[in-house]
């Protein structure tokens, strides 16, 4: 079984995609790279693909004719990195807002000390967020309480996008059956290991908003996050 691959899904992310690979090549600890494109018009996937000649055995790129959302995007590398036989799967954005030195913390939270999910988090220990406008920050903290009080979950930072999963709970949970698929899919895909009873454990990161490329934050995402929720939870007290 192959140890760990980051997963890293990209839309116009031309100016951030190489030092992205290039920092978590970089890790005293070694990670495999997918990079999922939806057809990025400035040409992100063309960037992977002249750096795959580099580390041919540890860059690795699926393209997408559609964007599709985050989630399918996720969907998508989770698959290839089962299929693959990887015993850690991460989610990582392309943007540098999640630093590459804290993959190895989350990787010894699963393979040293026993957790099956390790999150990434930014409020386990107050606010770690650097270079957001503080409305943001508020959204963010309060749709992480809302989330918290909705589901029940015993997780303070319930929509977090850095996040290690064991091989194991991809393949426990149904991915067939994730409907969301921008930010509401972090949710999901917590509370179906929640349900499933997994080991969730979350690690104090910083986060730090992007300094190049533009956000994909929408209304459409938000809304999505806290209506679906509802209905996420309804569902799971019917046993669907």
């Not at 290839?80 to 799967?89: G, M, N, P």
Request: proline fraction near 2%; aromatic fraction near 12%; hydrophobic fraction near 45%.
């Amino acid at each position: 079984m192959k140890d760990a691959i980051v997963i890293i899904p990209t839309y116009n992310e031309i100016e951030n995609i190489e030092a992205i690979i290039i920092a978590v090549f970089a890790q005293d600890k070694a990670f495999d790279v997918l990079v999922v494109d939806d057809s990025s018009p400035d040409l992100t996937a063309e960037k992977v693909e002249s750096l795959q000649a580099e580390f041919p055995d540890r860059l690795f790129l699926l393209k997408r004719k559609n964007k599709t959302g985050l989630g399918t995007a996720y969907i998508e590398g989770f698959k290839w990195s089962l299929e693959r036989a990887y015993e850690y799967i991460f989610e990582m954005d392309a943007d540098f807002s999640h630093n590459p030195d804290d993959l190895v913390k989350l990787y010894k939270a699963c393979a040293e000390e026993g957790a099956d999910v390790a999150i990434g988090s930014r409020y386990i220990t107050g606010v770690n967020v650097v270079n957001w406008p503080m409305n943001r920050i508020l959204l963010s903290y309060f749709a992480s309480k809302y989330v918290r009080f909705i589901t029940r979950m015993n997780i303070q930072d319930t929509t977090a996008g850095f996040v290690c999963y064991k091989n194991k709970v991809l393949e426990t949970i149904n991915l067939d059956a994730i409907k969301f698929v921008g930010y509401a899919f972090q949710i999901e895909m917590k509370f179906k290991a929640h349900l499933k009873g997994f080991t969730i454990v979350e690690v104090p990161v910083i986060f730090t908003d992007r300094a190049k490329g533009k956000s994909k934050m929408s209304g459409g995402i938000i809304s999505e996050a806290i209506f679906g929720v509802i209905n996420m939870k309804f569902k799971s007290l019917l046993g669907k």
